[in-house]
């Protein structure tokens, strides 16, 4: 979500990160430059940098989540903010306190940024037009989860040099995933080819009007791709019978190694995680020679980081600098 009167190249992200779909290319290869110094703080023996000194962030997750809350916090501590983290679970939230008049009562503390995870989409946009805080979407219900798909696209620029002209396929659970969603939108930004790849039931209605290929087998999508994006049956989300089993989900379905070793070509393997291993990917996958789902992690403190840096104010322009503790 880019602020009103900003040109659609411009450097700058606006107030808020909302998702990638309202992002042009130019603004998210900014956030992945900006990223790449970042990386450095981590490997440090004292991981800090006071970038963000004096600045209060709360992280407000209404839905369950460890790597995502967690690389956040990582994040904001590693550029010296104030953090708070609240879960619906313990706040005002369960005694029927809405999410404005939640997000007001911060305000009135004076805090400068909100991260926050919800069950509904649209629920980050509707924050972020309400408070003048900058908001991040650490994922809302089924629309989008930018950071998420950043990560994705810094580890697969990190191995293959370029986004361009790739082909990545996104395998599995598709209807319920705002992690494809914005997948979606940041790689045909960047020019790759994209495709899905799952049974009909989880595939949304006219998915191929985003430009996306759709196949129905993995064998085939394992054939043209360089890249997989292998995504978890959100079972939490699913009300019906939308795969027959598990066992027969990884059947059809499952990423294995008897599946890649019929590649033509050397595949990278992501996984946004929590993994199913065993259904939608197997753990001599996981854990092999094309997986870097770890290195997604790592990736994932470094771009929030950046984009944290960024609505703060910081530009690509300075990021070396603030990396060697100099004010962005």
Known sequence: MMAAGTRPDAISLGKDLIGLEGLSAEQILAILDT???FKEISERRIKKV???RGKTIVNLFFEPSTRTRVSFEFAEKRLSADTVNIASSGSSVQKGETLVDTARNLEAMRIDMVVMRHGASGAARFLAERIPSNVINAGDGSHEHP???LLDLLTI????????GLK???VGDILHSRVARSNIFGLLKLGAEVAVCGPMTLLPSGIDALGVRVFRRVEEAIEWAD???VLRLQLERMKGGFVPSLREYNRFFGVTSARLARAPREILVLHPGPMNRGVEIDSDVADGPHSVILEQVTNGVAVRMAVLYLLAG???E???AAKQGEAG
């Open 35 to 37: 990223a790449e110094p």
């Open 50 to 52: 006071p970038v963000l």
């Open 147 to 149: 950071t998420q798909a």
């Open 157 to 164: 620029r990190d191995h293959r040099g370029t986004i361009a």
């Open 168 to 170: 990545v396929c996104i």
């Open 227 to 229: 890249v997989l994006n």
């Open 314 to 316: 910081g530009t690509p």
């Open 318 to 320: 300075r990021a070396e």
